[in-house]
């Protein structure tokens, strides 16, 4: 079924620019014909604008994009990405895991981790975080696979061990980074779990404050808590 629709093009949206596609995509594709470079390119940039309204959509992309170029890292990664926000666990592991081998990286570990949770297998998420040299991760991965290996010991039943997963000295309400806001979220939604609930709030009301996006639901959980 899936071989067959990706015969057919998707219609791509009429602002669909292949000048969008940011330069290390680009590059990647360069080593295609241009018109086919081009041609998978703007599908992978409807993918990526589609990713988070219509996850099926862009999954329908980066399909047809490897159909044309399944060769190309950056054209699995989409696909394993998109597949992970539409829920399709064990397309979006073997994706990433394929750009794990092509790549020798280990940028999405995190994602994988938490589709073998999505699986039903914790234990495999645990098991992926205790492999990875953190060291080797960008700032922003290590928080993701704290939080996924935390979500695994709750799965588990351990809810004091997933509080104490997520402690750190980048768990400080003093400093405000780019993953501070996930990271209190993550922490007070176990200490919550765990029945900690005056905890629990302050924690939520922390990442209320580092939320300047206004993302998360954090003050709505921390009234509920504190009303109930």
């Not at 044309?68 to 989409?78: D, F, G, L, Q, T």
């Not at 645990?126 to 979500?151: H, M, S, Y």
């Amino acid at each position: 079924m899936v071989a067959r629709e990706l015969l057919e093009a998707p219609e791509l949206p009429e602002d669909i620019d292949f000048a969008d596609l940011d330069f290390e995509a680009r590059r990647e594709l360069r080593s295609l014909p241009k018109d086919l470079a081009e041609r998978v390119g703007r599908h992978l940039v409807a993918a990526g604008s589609l990713v988070d309204e219509d996850p099926e959509a862009a999954l329908t992309h980066a399909r047809y994009a490897k159909s044309k170029a399944s060769r190309i890292p950056v054209v699995r990664e989409a696909v394993g990405l998109a597949a992970y926000h539409a829920g399709n666990w064990s397309e979006a592991l073997s994706e990433l895991r394929a750009v794990r081998r092509m790549t020798r990286t280990d940028a999405h570990v995190a994602v994988i981790a938490d589709a073998e949770r999505a699986l039903g297998r914790p234990e495999r998420a645990l098991d992926i975080a205790k492999e990875t040299d953190l060291k080797t991760l960008p700032k922003e991965v290590q928080v993701e696979l704290r939080i996924v290996a935390a979500g695994a010991r709750r799965d588990l039943g351990q809810l004091d061990a997933a509080v104490v997963a997520l402690q750190g000295d980048d768990l400080d309400p003093k400093r405000s980074e780019p993953w501070s806001a996930r990271l209190f979220y993550a922490y007070a939604d176990n200490l919550a779990a765990a029945g900690r609930t005056d905890e629990a709030v302050r924690w939520f009301l922390h990442a209320a404050d580092a939320d300047l996006e206004e993302e998360t639901d954090a003050a709505e959980r921390a009234g509920e808590l504190a009303g109930g």
